[in-house]
């Protein structure tokens, strides 16, 4: 068994999993990195390559964003998703065509793909069910899918032959939420290999309902004082989440009851949250089929047009549930320019700010002095006198859930993809001892093989050390700036590499360094 890492792993964005398994060749998921540069995972290296099947482990733009132009290369792949992520990638996707579009006229970027190739891939769709299954296009594989948590219909996948057992955990969250339960225990268990998330591997998670009690009680705190408060909000699965949160603590009596607008792509993943309560937490489920109205009601209300967006201003204090998450787009962006001049209004993010994201830097002249508190969005700039404000209601699994995720499932080789260095290296650390742990980089390919004397192993290719073309220290010891220059020098990508005294002293002497190190026994 093979897999290659075309995105994904050195960072968050553009997963995409190449894997030769049995005979056969299949792909999971094929995303892009949302607002990037380089958006892509590399998908030359599909050149060639005929794709048995397609596999997706959630409808999330960093896991889908990219499969049109997969089928465009292989238009005959079926492509296996579970019902609702089905749903909602008909959601996520035809919003992303109309991004582009958008884009193309405003700023002329070059868009990726159009309305046509997006109905190619829905075509292509095929139903994955929970449990062990097999697949027309991929005998002698047992797949295995188990619900991820995370968003509604999300999957951990696992695929099990002869040549190679393998879970990949997806993006995996054990807590509840108001939405979906947690994440199911992931099948196979004792992979040789398990691909696993590490967004949050560096962190723990403040209490659910705590964060969720101080989240209801700052904004019913803003509108008694008369302001509108804008919770910018990831459109598939955060803001489901708030809209829930807000309206259970109303209807419990915690926070008095006030109005709320939902507005942007919000929208239509609630109507297709909605339309799958197969997918969604059991109480939630019941609500629906009862013929309750889960997202929405009389003073919830969908804003759909710009009059409609005027009137929520100009209309007494509420609650405005919006995306973009980030405010690097869409609704949340508008309302954001007109409410942060109002001291008396409130802007509280609901989840991960890119340290690049407008939102992040919105939140960081919290601390900044009155005078010197302006935002510049859309290349307009204002002064910010409304309160600001974040509450950590994440989707993905912390340190401790990631590490009893480990314990359970008993991989014997786990590979940490999807986190930045500083989160994958403390996942590392803590996972020390439960298996061997490999830190991967993009373009990698792991190749499981059989051992010596039975059993299989897991074989990463040897980082290719570069030794930097002169010695970095120019004949002089060490000193703290000698080493941020070595540093500099031999730094990979990926955060997290091991190198040996010789190839220290290599980088920093030259040869004779090297052969130094070497007789006092540094390899
Ligand atoms: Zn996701
Ligand atoms: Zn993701």
């Not at 607002?35 to 590399?42: E, N, S, T, V, Y």
Request: charged share 20%; net charge neutral; hydrophobic share 45%.
């Amino acid at each position: 068994m093979q897999l290659q890492f075309l995105g994904g792993a050195s960072g968050v964005g553009a997963t995409c999993q190449l894997i030769h398994l049995a005979g056969r060749t299949l792909l999971v998921d094929a995303g892009v990195r949302v607002d990037a540069p380089d958006r892509l995972p590399d998908l030359a290296a599909l050149d060639g390559v005929t794709l048995d099947a397609i596999l997706v482990t959630h409808a999330h733009a960093d896991h889908i964003g990219a499969l049109p132009l997969v089928v465009a290369r292989n238009p005959a792949t079926p492509i296996y998703a579970s019902p609702a992520t089905t749903r909602l990638m008909e959601v996520m996707l035809g919003d992303a065509v109309r991004v582009m579009a958008k884009r193309a006229a405003d700023e002329l970027e070059l868009p990726l793909y159009d309305e046509a190739l997006v109905a190619r891939v829905l075509r292509q769709l095929r139903p994955l069910r929970e449990g062990a299954q097999t697949l027309p296009e991929l005998p002698g594989i047992v797949v295995h899918a188990a619900r991820a948590g995370h968003i509604a219909g999300a999957l951990s996948i696992g695929l099990e032959a002869e040549d190679g057992r393998l879970v990949i955990s997806g993006d995996v969250s054990a807590t509840p939420q108001r939405t979906i339960l947690g994440a199911a225990m992931p099948a196979p268990r004792r992979p040789d290999l398990m691909i696993l998330e590490s967004t949050y591997g560096a962190r723990m998670h403040p209490n659910r309902a705590l964060e969720e009690r101080k989240l209801a009680e700052a904004v019913a705190t803003v509108i008694a004082r008369g302001g509108h408060c804008l919770i910018p909000a990831f459109a598939l699965g955060r803001a489901q989440e708030v809209i829930l949160i807000l309206r259970a603590a109303q209807r419990d009596g915690i926070i008095p009851p006030f109005p709320m607008a939902v507005d942007g792509l919000v929208r239509s993943v609630c109507g297709a949250y909605a339309a799958f309560p197969d997918a969604l937490a059991p109480s939630l489920r019941r609500y629906i089929l009862n013929g309750g109205r889960a997202f929405f009601s009389s003073s919830i209300q969908p804003v759909d047009s710009p009059q409609a967006r005027e009137r929520v201003l100009a209309g007494p204090p509420c609650a405005i549930i919006s995306s973009s998450g980030m405010l690097t787009g869409g609704p949340s962006v508008w309302y954001a320019e007109r409410i942060a001049s109002d001291a008396n209004a409130a802007i509280f993010f609901s989840g991960y700010l890119d340290e690049e994201a407008p939102g992040r830097r919105l939140l960081d002249l919290a601390d900044a002095p009155p005078g010197e508190r302006r935002l510049r969005l859309n290349e307009k700039e204002f002064p910010v006198a409304c309160e600001v404000g974040r509450y950590s209601l994440s989707a993905h699994a912390d340190g401790d859930e990631l590490t009893a995720m480990v314990r359970a499932n008993q991989p014997r080789t786990v590979a940490l993809v999807h986190g930045d260095p500083e989160a994958r290296a403390a996942l590392a650390a803590r996972l020390h001892g439960l298996a061997e742990v490999l830190i991967p980089r993009d373009g990698q390919v792991l190749t499981v093989a059989p051992r010596k004397g039975g059993g299989r192993r897991v074989e990463l290719p040897p980082t290719p050390t570069v030794a930097p073309l002169a010695p970095v220290g120019k004949g002089e010891p060490p000193d703290a700036a000698g080493l941020e220059r070595l540093w500099q020098a031999l730094r990979d990508g990926t955060g997290v590499q091991t190198l040996s005294l010789r190839e220290l002293a290599r980088a920093w002497a030259g040869a004779a360094g090297a052969s130094e190190a070497g007789r006092r026994g540094g390899e």
